[in-house]
Structure formats: structure tokens, C-alpha cells
């Protein structure tokens, strides 16, 4: 079983974008995009500084527009699709496209209206996000419950994003949890918690006009790492998502239990098959970056990997 996996935000870096414009019809496709977005995407995936690429607005059509254009390519190699996906925090909605639960343009539609309505809430109060390496996991949540900060990426092999205010945060790093290590994240907001609380509106709002259908093919949610199989439940999940924790770690149990044989992790990649590496290991993993990278993808997806 071969599994496509779509990553979120902090996976784009500069210029990303730029080789999966030279296939052919990537062009038209992105320009679509762009429309349904309302961001332009050529402009901020091939020219935007990271600064720029790193707003919320911005970012996070762009790494679903990346992960679309990748599909495209690698079932077009391919011949086929994989036989599961699941998409790490904004991810879901690439999810949710490649499942077949909504179209492309449903999605890019809905991750403008995501991205923004994050962006306004994170603006509302100063707060941000640390990721800690390491420690004991029970050690660390009570720390966070004396701290007021919340769990908001549960991302397995010892790595836990923690979101909440900017004091709470320098706290926690003044004083870390023993045997931890905890780095400053470069996001604008309290993501996956209760200050999205708007934003989940807000999706919830956009979402309703959407008729989505059931995924043809296995989808994973991050609410508990558990298979969905009905379309409107996968949208619910959606809406719920931007204000719960991502369990990822959960995602990735479930897939060895599904006895996963693959994992190929969608543009602008690195992140997720960082963490398999650690989480699933033996697994073969490919990242495909750029279309240089769309051959081990295909080889792995067809069983011809060495």
C-alpha cells in the first residue's frame, strides 16, 4: 500500500515553484489557481522573498497549489494514483483533492478563504508557536498546562509543536522540560488552537456551499489519525482542524497498521519524510521536490523501486 502525503505549512522555501512551471500545462493550471486562491501564485511561488512566502495569506495556497501540481504529474507518470493520502495540517485540503472529495478548484478556493481568515485571527493577538525535540511527552503537556500553552502538532519521533502567547512561549524555552530543546517557530500565529477560533468560522462559513463527495480512494484525517470514509465527514474534520491539534503521530501509526509499504511526500516536501524516517522506519520514502524527483516517486508507486 502507497501513500501520498501533502505537507504544511513551513515546507515552502523560495522559488519552489518555479521548476514545476516549465511542464507542460502547469502554467495554465497555476494560473487558475491563482484565480480560485485569489493569490498570485507565480508570482510569490518563483519571485517572493521568504518573508513574504512565510505570510499565512500567502503560504498556504501556495504549498496546496504545489502539492496539486505534483499529483497532476506523478499520476500522469504513473498511470495510476496511489492507494492512500492523508495532508499534514493545511495539507488535508490537497487531501481532500486528491481523494476526490472535492475538485481542485473547490480546493483553492477554500484554502484562500483558510489562509486569510488564519491570518486575521493570529492578528487579534500576539501569540506564535515553538516546536520541542525530545523529553518525556507527559512531562512536557503538563509543563504547557502550567504555562497555559496548548499541544498543536503531535508530529512523532520526539517532536511537539506548542503554540500559544509570546511570553508563555519565552518561558518555556527560559526554563525547557529536561532532555528537551525547544526552537522558535517562524509563523505568525497560535495555529491548531483555540485562538483560530474565528477562522474555524470562517472555513465553516465557505464550506457550506460545498457538496463534497466520498473519497475514492483511503483518506486519512489528522483529528485521530482514523480513516474517513464519507465526504461530508472529511469536510467537518476540515473545518474542526484549524482550531484542534494535529496528530500527525496518530496519521502515522494508523498507516503502519494499514501496512503501508511506501510513503511519497507531495511539493514542497522534505518535512513529512523527515518524520516518517523516524516514525515508520524501514518504510521507503521519496520526496518529490521537483519533477527531478517524480522518477522514484513512480518507481516506488508501481513496486520498481530497487
Not at 502554467?27 to 518563483?46: I, K, M, Q, W
Not at 523529553?135 to 511537539?160: I, T
Request: proline share 5%.
Amino acid at each position: 500500500m502507497i501513500v501520498v502525503v501533502c505537507p504544511g505549512q513551513g515546507s515552502q522555501t523560495p522559488g519552489f515553484l518555479s521548476p514545476w512551471l516549465e511542464l507542460d500545462g502547469v502554467a495554465e493550471t497555476v494560473a487558475a489557481f491563482s484565480d480560485a486562491s485569489e493569490v498570485d501564485l507565480r508570482l510569490h511561488g518563483t519571485e517572493s522573498d521568504a518573508d513574504t512566502i512565510r505570510d499565512t495569506r500567502i503560504a498556504q495556497p501556495l504549498i496546496v497549489a504545489a502539492s496539486l501540481v505534483a499529483a497532476s504529474a506523478l499520476e500522469s507518470r504513473a498511470g495510476r494514483r496511489a492507494d492512500g493520502v492523508a495532508g499534514h495540517s493545511v495539507g488535508e485540503i490537497a487531501a481532500l483533492v486528491n481523494s476526490g472529495v472535492i475538485d481542485a478548484e473547490t480546493g483553492m478556493r477554500l484554502v484562500g478563504i483558510r489562509g486569510r481568515a488564519m491570518a486575521d485571527a493570529a492578528a487579534q493577538t500576539p501569540t506564535g508557536m515553538s516546536a520541542v525535540l525530545g523529553g518525556d511527552e507527559d512531562a512536557v503537556l503538563s509543563r504547557l498546562a502550567e504555562l497555559d500553552l496548548s499541544p498543536a502538532n503531535y508530529n512523532g519521533g520526539g517532536q511537539l509543536v506548542v503554540a500559544g502567547s509570546l511570553h508563555a512561549l519565552a518561558s518555556l524555552a527560559a526554563e525547557p522540560v529536561k532532555g528537551t530543546r525547544v526552537i522558535p517557530l517562524q509563523v505568525a500565529g497560535a495555529f491548531h488552537t483555540s485562538f483560530m477560533a474565528s477562522a474555524v468560522d470562517a472555513l465553516r462559513d465557505a464550506v457550506s456551499t460545498v457538496t463534497p463527495a466520498d473519497p475514492s480512494i483511503t483518506l486519512w484525517t489528522n483529528r485521530d489519525g482514523s480513516v474517513v470514509s464519507g465526504g461530508q465527514q472529511a469536510l467537518d474534520y476540515l473545518v474542526d482542524q484549524v482550531s484542534s491539534p494535529v496528530r500527525w503521530d496518530l496519521c502515522m501509526a494508523s498507516f503502519a497498521e494499514q501496512g503501508v509499504t511506501g510513503l511519497i511526500e507531495l511539493a514542497p516536501a522534505g518535512a513529512l519524510t523527515g518524520l516518517a524516517k523516524r516514525g515508520l522506519r524501514g518504510v521507503p520514502t521519496v520526496a518529490v521536490k521537483t519533477p527531478e524527483d517524480l522518477d522514484a516517486a513512480v518507481a516506488l508507486l508501481n513496486g520498481e523501486a530497487a
